[in-house]
């Protein structure tokens, strides 16, 4: 089983932490977005992955041969985004035909990945949400077969949001789909959708089912990144993974995720914090805040922040989003 993952975007509501890191990269929970999708894939069985990386592609692929060395995986570049539909055409040669499992490189799902797997008919997720019109919309009948799918409709026939994992049976037919409407130049601000795609497709006859995912984490903003991370570090304190090493001068309210080679000296930290990997924290009050690797933090008080790698901060309390390579000093 193939799957791909498009992970060329900029992450532009990210910055400035996405300016020098891409957003896949960005930490959450002990791992970064890609490796939870990744290890998500790995344990249903997905043996061979395609990467189509774009913004900072270099990288990705350091990220994906450090993290997991005997990955077999492949790349393909995007030069230009032209979105989901343009950047999954780009690995017709390493796909071919069988099935694929396409899950975009943001989006982070709570779904039973074998279940969807041992389908008889292609699968695309959904989620139900308030105000649909910001997303692509499946409609779906009683049975839960999909009718009809709409890249950000004006006016919605349903509130199933798509929560951009599909599983893919015809996989000619979505190429060839592709392919027609690349030439035909079916594009939105600019942007060719996967959706525009698919709906060729079910209105060429090819059965596509919806399967709702129990939680739905798009970590495209501050918010929901830092939502994310709070929740995943509560459920991996559920399952009592140990997610944090002792610091005897300090106060560490779970749950939290301190990477190895930290150093925390008469702080207090956490509920709901991640730290990367050999940063330095000392006399500060941290909270529901995602810290990268190498950071340095003194005699600050922070909330609801995300501080990029290699930065350092002292000074006041405030809620932060700083790049890597930044050095702050609020005193």
Known sequence: MKAIIPVAGAGTKLRPLT???????????????????????????????????????????????????????????????????????????????????????????????????????????????????????????????????????????????????????????????????????????????????????IQHGIEFKAFRVNNWFDCGKKETLLSTNAILLKQMADKGQSLSAEHKTSVIIPPVSIAEGCTIHNSIVGPNVTIGEHSNINASIIKDTIIGSYAELEEVVLHSSIIGSDAFVRGLSQSLNIGDNTEIDLG
């Open 19 to 201: 300016y020098t890191q891409p957003k896949a990269l960005i930490p959450i929970a002990g791992k970064t977005i890609l490796s939870v999708i990744v290890d998500q894939l790995l344990d249903a069985g997905v043996t061979e992955f395609v990467f189509v990386i774009g913004y900072l592609g270099e990288k990705i692929q350091n990220y994906i041969a450090k993290t997991y060395p005997n990955l077999s995986c492949s790349f393909v570049t995007q030069s230009d985004r032209r979105g989901t539909g343009h950047a999954i055409s780009l690995t017709k040669d390493l796909i071919n035909e069988g099935e694929v499992f396409i899950v975009l490189g943001d989006t982070i799902c709570d779904y039973n990945v074998k279940e969807i797997l041992s389908s008889p008919v292609s699968q695309i997720g959904v989620r139900k949400v308030d105000d649909p019109r910001g997303f692509g919309v499946a409609e779906i009948d009683d049975d839960d077969m999909v009718t009809r799918v709409v890249e950000k409709p004006l006016i919605p026939k349903s509130n199933m949001a798509m929560v951009g994992v599909y599983y893919i049976k015809e996989t000619a037919a979505m190429f060839e789909a592709l392919e027609n409407n690349l030439d035909s130049r079916e594009f939105e601000e600019g942007e060719y959708h996967l959706t525009i795609a698919l709906e060729h497709m």
